[in-house]
C-alpha cells in the first residue's frame, strides 16, 4: 500500500516522524513535500496530496499543517477526498470507521508525535463498516 505524506513549514517535523513511523511499518510511502521549515503555503500541500490520492496515485494520504485545520480543508476541495483532522485516538477510529476518511490531516504545533503515530495507527488499523455509512460517504463523493 502506498501513503502520500505533504506538509506545509508548520507540519514538517511532524510529518517526518509520520514519514519515518509508516516506513518502519512496511508501507510505501511518497514524501511531497515540503522539505524543511522554511515557509510555504499549505493549500499548494493539501491540493497535491488530495490529487494525489483521488488519481490513484496513492492509496491513502497524510497531512500536517501547524493545526491540520488549512491543510484539511485543501485536501477536502478535492473531488474524492475524505479528509479528517483528528486530535484523539477515538477520533481517528470513527473517521475510517464512519466517513472511510481517505486522508488523515494532523496538527504539527497541537498534537504531540507520540499521540499523533497512535492516531495514525489507529487510522490505518480500523476497518470501514460500510452499511449506512456506505450511503452517506457516497453523498459526499456526489458533492
Ligand atoms: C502556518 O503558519 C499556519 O497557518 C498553518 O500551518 C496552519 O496551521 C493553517 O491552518
Given amino acids: ?13 511532524l510529518k ?7 516506513i518502519e511499518r512496511g508501507f510505501d510511502v511518497e514524501d511531497l513535500g515540503t522539505h524543511s521549515e522554511e515557509s510555504v503555503d499549505y493549500p499548494v500541500y493539501g491540493k497535491v496530496c488530495g490529487e494525489a490520492v483521488a488519481s490513484g496515485k496513492a492509496d491513502l494520504g497524510v497531512v500536517v499543517c501547524g493545526t491540520g485545520i488549512g491543510i484539511s480543508i485543501a ?11 483528528c486530535t ?4 481517528a477510529h470513527l473517521t475510517k470507521q464512519h466517513n472511510n476518511a481517505n486522508i488523515l490531516a494532523l496538527g504539527g504545533r497541537t498534537t ?4 499523533a503515530l497512535k492516531i495514525v495507527d489507529e487510522w490505518l488499523d480500523t476497518e470501514f463498516e460500510g452499511g449506512r455509512h456506505q450511503r ?3 453523498m459526499l463523493d456526489q458533492m
Fill in 88 to 91: 484523539s485516538v477515538e477520533m
Fill in 136 to 138: 452517506r460517504v457516497d
Fill in 75 to 85: 485536501a477536502n476541495k478535492v473531488k474524492g477526498i475524505r479528509c479528517g483532522l
Fill in 16 to 22: 517526518e516522524k509520520v514519514k519515518e513511523h509508516l
Fill in 112 to 115: 504531540e508525535p507520540e499521540l
Fill in 1 to 13: 500500500m502506498k501513503i502520500a505524506v505533504a506538509s506545509d513549514h508548520g507540519g514538517f517535523a
